[in-house]
């Protein structure tokens, strides 16, 4: 079992960051610091090096974290600020790849493998094709998964099931009276593979079995997909009396504009979104829950492990989501829906 970078700060009376220092930036140590790590790295048989300036691990002391967007939203910086939680007390730097594009991809995965400079990967949200986990698995190194749809190619994850949660916020609706729902996202603008899509299937499925009419819209991801999703909604010879929203980013503002509709939620309309991201509590909507940052402390401590050649327990696991009621929902009311 390889010895962590804590265990080499320990032994030789110096921080995480100045072993981590010592490796990848070594003319920002002193030379009796220097020597003083290495001694202790050498003595805990800390690994050994593939490029010269590095200890003999092999080590780079860096981690990959691929995204599916250029933006970082609310999901990827709660990610971000789990992974960084456990990985910088393990001298970790975390190296951020936006996936924007067909381009992107291919070269992040060509060129990586070539440069060796991440003694991990960590791809957040959406999956990865075989021939990407053949490169991949050529450096021999820990491909892990957060809320991928798939562990097919992972060497582990940590998901919620977006059916599950979906499926929470229909029932929900159904319980009170609603039997024509309509489910309301952006269009991805992506050809990636995103677990969050999981949520249109299980919406589909949880409709059709609770015999509910259901309809899915899906609108352009611009500044024009609320009056879009108004346009359709009043359009309806039997309108919908709840909306499921893909995500809370949407459902929000929606909840501000429809004020100008004349419609009152959820007297006239009840609304649930998912995610429970920033505002949803403030504005009173009711959603389905996950916590992104402590999805990314437990995919951090399982790819640590990884590194560490340990052995992980329940690699895939499936962590459980939450529906928060708040008061955007309400019984059914067709008899005065959109007076």
Same mark, same amino acid.
């Not at 990827?76 to 007390?89: F, Q, Y």
């Not at 409709?207 to 819209?217: A, N, P």
């Given at each position: 079992?390889?010895? *962590?970078?804590?265990?080499?700060?320990?032994? #030789?009376? $110096?921080?995480?960051?100045?072993? *981590? !220092?010592?490796?990848?930036?070594?003319?920002?140590?002193?030379? %009796? @610091?220097?020597?003083?790590?290495?001694?202790? %790295?050498?003595?805990?048989?800390?690994?050994?090096? !593939?490029?010269?300036?590095?200890?003999?691990?092999?080590?780079? &002391?860096?981690?990959?974290?691929?995204?599916?967007?250029?933006?970082?939203?609310?999901?990827?910086?709660?990610?971000?600020?789990?992974?960084?939680?456990?990985?910088?007390?393990?001298?970790?730097? &975390?190296?951020?790849?936006?996936?924007?594009?067909?381009? +992107?991809?291919?070269?992040?995965?060509?060129?990586?493998?070539?440069?060796?400079?991440?003694?991990?990967?960590?791809?957040?949200?959406?999956?990865?094709?075989?021939?990407?986990?053949? !490169?991949?698995?050529?450096?021999?190194?820990?491909?892990?998964?957060?809320?991928?749809?798939?562990? #097919?190619?992972?060497?582990?994850? $940590?998901?919620?099931?977006?059916?599950?949660?979906?499926?929470?916020?229909?029932?929900?609706? /159904?319980?009170?009276? /609603?039997?024509?729902?309509?489910?309301?996202?952006?269009?991805?603008? *992506?050809?990636?593979?995103? *677990?969050?899509?999981?949520?249109?299937?299980?919406?589909?499925?949880?409709? =059709?079995?609770?015999?509910?009419?259901?309809?899915?819209?899906? $609108?352009?991801?611009?500044?024009?997909?609320?009056?879009?999703?108004?346009?359709?909604?009043?359009?309806?010879? =039997?309108?919908?009396?709840?909306?499921?929203?893909?995500?809370?980013?949407?459902?929000?503002?929606? &909840?501000?504009?429809?004020?100008?509709?004349?419609?009152?939620?959820?007297?006239?309309?009840?609304? +649930?979104?998912?995610?429970?991201?920033?505002?949803?509590?403030?504005?009173?909507?009711?959603?389905? !829950?996950?916590?992104?940052?402590?999805?990314?402390?437990?995919?951090?401590?399982?790819?640590?492990?990884?590194?560490?050649?340990?052995?992980?327990?329940?690699? /895939?696991? +499936?962590?459980?989501?939450?529906?928060?009621?708040?008061?955007? @929902?309400?019984?059914?009311?067709?008899?005065?829906? /959109?007076?």
């Amino acid at each position: 079992m390889k010895a *962590s970078i804590s265990e080499v700060a320990r032994q #030789s009376g $110096v921080s995480v960051a100045t072993v *981590s !220092r010592s490796f990848t930036r070594p003319e920002l140590v002193s030379e %009796a @610091t220097r020597a003083k790590v290495l001694k202790a %790295a050498e003595s805990l048989n800390f690994a050994v090096s !593939r490029a010269p300036g590095t200890l003999k691990s092999g080590q780079s &002391l860096r981690i990959a974290l691929l995204i599916g967007s250029a933006d970082i939203e609310w999901f990827t910086a709660g990610i971000m600020s789990g992974l960084n939680a456990v990985l910088r007390e393990e001298g970790y730097d &975390l190296v951020l790849y936006p996936i924007d594009s067909l381009e +992107t991809r291919k070269d992040f995965f060509a060129d990586l493998p070539l440069r060796r400079n991440a003694d991990a990967v960590i791809v957040s949200s959406f999956d990865i094709l075989p021939e990407e986990v053949t !490169r991949l698995k050529s450096m021999n190194i820990p491909v892990v998964g957060i809320n991928v749809s798939s562990p #097919s190619g992972f060497s582990a994850s $940590v998901s919620i099931d977006d059916g599950t949660g979906i499926g929470l916020a229909v029932r929900h609706l /159904h319980t009170l009276g /609603h039997t024509n729902i309509m489910y309301i996202l952006e269009s991805f603008g *992506s050809s990636l593979s995103f *677990s969050s899509q999981l949520r249109v299937t299980g919406f589909i499925k949880a409709c =059709e079995k609770l015999d509910i009419h259901q309809q899915v819209l899906q $609108v352009d991801d611009d500044d024009t997909c609320i009056n879009a999703a108004m346009t359709a909604l009043l359009g309806q010879q =039997e309108p919908a009396t709840a909306l499921c929203f893909h995500q809370d980013s949407l459902a929000v503002p929606f &909840l501000f504009q429809i004020r100008k509709y004349g419609m009152d939620v959820p007297k006239d309309i009840s609304i +649930t979104g998912f995610d429970d991201s920033t505002f949803a509590e403030e504005v009173g909507l009711t959603t389905v !829950r996950q916590d992104p940052r402590a999805l990314g402390m437990l995919t951090a401590k399982k790819t640590l492990a990884l590194i560490r050649g340990e052995h992980v327990d329940a690699a /895939h696991q +499936t962590v459980p989501v939450e529906l928060m009621l708040r008061h955007t @929902t309400t019984r059914a009311q067709p008899s005065t829906h /959109h007076r």
